[in-house]
Nanobody, 125 residues
Framework: LQLVESGGGLVQPGESLRLSCSAPGFALDWYAIGWFRQAPGKGREGVACINHSGESTNYADAVKGRFVISRDNGKQTAYLQMNSLETEDTGVYYC???????????????????WGQGSQVTVSS
């Protein structure tokens, strides 16, 4: 299973971006998907998680109300819509899949089985 992220780029504060996560040739229907990010000089942090059906989502406090995680199982793709971006959102964003249908008991952080290569998001004026 190879996860592929796309949609990163350079934007100004207040603008929006949408990241996509897919696994070409592989069905993600029964996997929970998490989004993580790593800012320069910092550790990786959890951003959001969505269960296999899309009915349950969890967010980090830093992005709650600005980011929306979703998925389209028909397209085998998960998304992270990022609105009102701030300079502190700059980093490499990773999607990850876990071989269970639900998010970790802690909400986002937990065991994930596959990771994407990352997509750079830069928020700068």
């Amino acid at each position: 299973l190879q996860l592929v992220e796309s949609g990163g780029g350079l934007v100004q504060p207040g603008e929006s971006l949408r990241l996509s996560c897919s696994a070409p040739g592989f069905a993600l229907d029964w996997y929970a998907i998490g989004w993580f990010r790593q800012a320069p000089g910092k550790g990786r942090e959890g951003v959001a998680c969505i269960n296999h059906s899309g009915e349950s989502t969890n967010y980090a406090d830093a992005v709650k109300g600005r980011f929306v995680i979703s998925r389209d199982n028909g397209k085998q793709t998960a998304y992270l819509q990022m609105n009102s971006l701030e300079t502190e959102d700059t980093g490499v964003y990773y999607c990850a899949a876990r071989v269970v249908s639900g998010c970790p008991s802690g909400g986002i952080l937990g065991s994930y089985d596959w990771w994407g290569q990352g997509s750079q998001v830069t928020v700068s004026s």
